[in-house]
């Protein structure tokens, strides 16, 4: 993931609903080696050294997230790209809104 374009005004709840439908395609480029259970998606940590999927999991209905070994979690697809990529949210938030083609502004 790439940091988009600077300073534009950013609907944050149409992309997380932009997000959102395209979740299944962005676990499997962000989290490749995790496995869908039930309506939770379990990855290892892109963050840290985790030997084995279990602690990382992410809802796929909500996009609700959390590493239940750190504590580490989120609401959103947003705050689960700018976790995963290092980004603060707005800039997760540009990101996904250029990735997904949508201008949502």
Do not use: C
Request: glycine share 10%; aromatic share 6%; no cysteine.
């Amino acid at each position: 993931m790439t940091t988009p374009r600077p300073n534009t005004r950013l609907d944050f709840a149409e992309i997380n609903r932009a997000a959102l439908s395209a979740l299944p395609a962005l676990l499997a480029r962000w989290l490749p080696n995790g496995a869908r259970n039930g309506v939770e998606y379990v990855a290892r940590n892109p963050r840290r050294a985790d030997r084995r999927p279990g602690s990382f999991s992410v809802n796929m209905r909500t996009g609700r997230w959390a590493d239940f070994a750190t504590g580490d979690k989120g609401g959103d697809v947003i705050s689960l790209a700018a976790y995963v990529h290092g980004l603060r949210q707005v800039e997760a938030a540009r990101a996904l809104a250029d990735m997904l083609g949508g201008r949502h502004e």
